[in-house]
């Protein structure tokens, strides 16, 4: 199962790194075809709810049946119709390749999470889930300097074609996956694999309704909307960045690649999504309500510290303006450790991303507690479609809030205040982990005790 878990976790970078690809270029493209920046916002906001809604499809079937198969046909589709983004002539066929990407890209957060899930030992699902989710950060952070780096010398287009010819070699490593079979690491069920029995219970279309009624997937569904509208606008932070480095003179070519490197700086904390993730396992061994409350207090503290961050203005810079990837990359960690405000942008951005990435795995690791092997995927599926409708709302609505915003106030300025505003999202958001404090516990047990009683029936 090793080799399985290290495929998904490489292509999960992948595939996301298709995600983190295109907001960095939107001034590039918007240029090219003759679109407003925010057209491009919309556009990337319609991948991402096209994304969720079709994983919902997908993760039905993965349910239903086998999925090896199923996975390796959605990578297939995201990969040509990121090659095809490429060759866009028009705003037209650039949405029509984004939105047949987001559909090639749905299976594979879904198809993958039902099958990690059955491949994790319950002991290490936190902190083994946080890996996958940190898989998600690292590769979105990578299409963003992918595309900073690649744009800047060769235009927009080539990151596409890079990204595509990766993702179809790359593809060729789920063919040799063992996928595992439903229920296979769940302790309740060792009963069954014992007698050399599988899992046979699949998923009922009539059993979808008590899937999202259940209060515990209400919260987790509630949670990922109102987390995901703060975090759909983060995507803009390379824009809110490009702006303030302009402003201090820099030709635009610098700023994009000085952009793509603060981004991929400033995110860094979410490599601690592993260490969080961990803790959440050892608070659930406590009581079976202490990962909701670690996180609670997690999300609480991401808010203040996003706003913090986005806030603290850049008044000077030492880097080059030479358009040279390296000597920029010199200039700014010069700056990173000698400016002081840049110094405390980078504290704080750290912090930030830090406590925030204890969200993904202690997410993951509640929804699969608290519902039956046969109803995870759909259950994910249907709660990342909300997370998706939230996130495309926070990228959709941040390019409106900004022609909303007075042109009296200019650039850094309003980029400044759209996205301070939307992070209060963050206090709903933790205000869901503690409602789920009340009802987790209940729902666990109960998944635990139907699984015990079908292992003994057998």
Known sequence: MIYTISVFMILSALNNAVIG??????????????????????????????????????????????????????????????????????????????????????????????????????????????????AQGFGITSGGMMASLISASYGWRVPFIVLAALGSVLIILYFFIKEPEKGAAEPELKALTSKGYGYDYTIELSQIHDIVNKKSNMWLIWQGFFVNISAGTLIWLPTLYISKITALGYSSSTAIIASGYLYSLLQAGGSMSAYFGYLGDRAQKRSLRGRAFLTSLLIFAAFPLYVSMIIIPIKKLSMPDSGHPISILSGLFVDLITNPQMILMLILALAASAVQSANSPNWLALITDVNLPEHRATAFSIANLVSGIGRSLGNGLMGLILKIIPESIPEPTNYVIALSLFQVFLLPAGSCYLALCKTSKKDILSARSLMKKRAIKK
């Open 21 to 134: 690809l295109f907001p960095p270029l939107f001034s590039s493209i918007a240029e090219d075809l003759n679109a407003h920046i925010s057209s491009l916002g919309l556009v990337s906001s319609i991948n991402l709810f096209v994304t969720s809604a079709s994983s919902v499809v997908w993760a039905y079937l993965a349910d239903k049946g086998k999925r090896k198969k199923l996975i390796i046909t959605g990578s297939l589709i995201w990969a040509v119709s990121v090659f095809l983004t490429a060759y866009s002539k028009n705003y037209i066929q650039l949405a029509m390749f984004q939105v047949l990407t987001g559909i090639g890209l749905g299976c594979v957060g879904s198809i993958g999470f039902s099958i990690l899930t059955d491949s994790i030992p319950k002991q290490y699902r936190g902190m083994l889930m946080s890996f996958w989710g940190g």
